[in-house]
């Protein structure tokens, strides 16, 4: 390539820590599986307006093209390699946040997962796909009492074969265009389906951005349960699934941004007063290091007042030590609201 490969004015991190001569050194490389780092940049060269616009196609992706992952890690997640990431799935017994329900709609936890013998998403093959969505069946099989549950394939619903009443609330739809440029897409909804336990309290979306986003979800503001229902899960699906994972990254994801504990812990919180001094709320927000999503997800508006509220930093940091800085963050957050 001889242009610039990304747009002056894109303020993604790729671009900021890919020069030209960068990617000459390292447009050659390739891992075991054939990923690219011309591939793993299309997204952030496709969408400019991204804000970090790269994507890893394998487990090995991150020390292949390490010298650009490396600087991007570390400034989104605030980590130094010299740095240890440490997982700790200890439950917590937090009270409440929101015991009168005025505020809390709903509180959802999440973690990715890949598994260290296939291609990520972005690089892997219709046949592979399929092939692991079987072995994830499998294992999701053995989870017993409320955590056992069932598997609509993607392919199916839209088949209309298989259309249980409500199911639209817990499956995931085709990519945006960032994970469409990485080729995330790819046979869309082919080898893709939604695990669900019978209370709908626990959720698997299998080969989305990531193999498996596994999530626990309830109507309550109640972290704690919440959260032990994941580590349940997460106990039993560890012990049959080889999940990809490094010592010093974690958990190792498509998106360098869900590296670590690949946890997102949040909650739907309607805040009428503090919608109307968004300053207030954008400074608790960064004190207590939360992150503000849309109403229906990663990069869409706040509708009628109801704000995602969640942890902002997935590395460096356990599993237990976000839920207990979400349930002082939200705690402050509420106290603001009642206060103004
Ligand atoms: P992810 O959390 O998987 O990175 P998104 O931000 O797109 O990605 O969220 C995925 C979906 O989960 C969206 O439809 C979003 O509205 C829903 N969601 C997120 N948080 C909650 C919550 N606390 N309660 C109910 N649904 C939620
Ligand atoms: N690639 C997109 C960007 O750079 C999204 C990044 C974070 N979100 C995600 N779902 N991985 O803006």
Not at 115 to 128: E, Q, V
Request: with cysteine.
């Amino acid at each position: 390539m001889t242009t610039a490969l990304f747009s002056e004015t894109s303020p993604s991190l790729v671009k900021k820590y890919l020069p030209q001569n960068l990617f000459k050194s390292l447009e050659h490389n390739t891992t075991d599986s054939g990923f690219t780092l011309e591939k793993a940049i299309r997204s952030g060269i496709k969408n400019p307006d991204s804000s970090i616009g790269i994507y890893a196609g394998d487990a090995e992706s991150y020390q292949v093209f390490s010298p650009v992952f490396d600087p991007i890690i570390s400034e989104y997640h605030g980590f130094s390699k010299d740095q240890n990431h440490v997982s700790d799935f200890t439950t917590t017994n937090l009270p409440l946040i929101d015991p009168g329900g005025n505020y809390i709609l709903s509180t959802r936890i999440r973690v990715a997962r890949n598994l260290k013998s296939f291609c990520f998403p972005a690089h892997i093959s219709l046949s592979d796909r399929k092939d692991l969505e079987g072995i994830i069946i499998n294992a999701l099989n053995s989870l017993k009492d409320d955590l056992a549950g069932r598997y609509l394939s993607l392919a199916d619903i839209e088949k209309n074969e298989d259309r249980p009443a409500g199911i639209e609330t817990l499956l995931f739809e085709k990519g945006d265009r960032f994970q469409d440029a990485a080729g995330i897409n790819s046979d869309f909804p082919e080898g893709r389906g939604v695990f669900y336990s019978s209370d709908r309290q626990f959720i698997v979306w299998i080969n989305e951005e990531d193999h498996l986003r596994i999530m626990s979800l309830e109507t309550t503001s109640d972290l704690s349960s919440t959260y032990s229902r994941l580590c349940r899960a997460l106990q039993t699906l560890g012990e049959r699934l080889d999940f990809a994972h490094d010592k010093t990254y974690g958990y190792l994801t498509s998106c360098p941004t869900n590296l670590g504990t690949a946890m997102r812990a949040g909650v739907h919180i309607r805040l009428e007063k503090l919608d109307q001094k968004k300053e207030v709320l954008n400074r608790l927000a960064k004190d207590y290091h939360l992150q503000i999503r849309g109403t229906r997800g990663e990069k869409t508006k706040i509708e009628d007042s109801v704000f995602d509220i969640s942890n902002a930093k997935r590395l460096g940091i356990s599993e237990t030590a976000i839920i207990r800085n979400l349930h002082k963050g939200l705690s402050a957050i509420i106290k603001a609201e009642k206060n103004l």
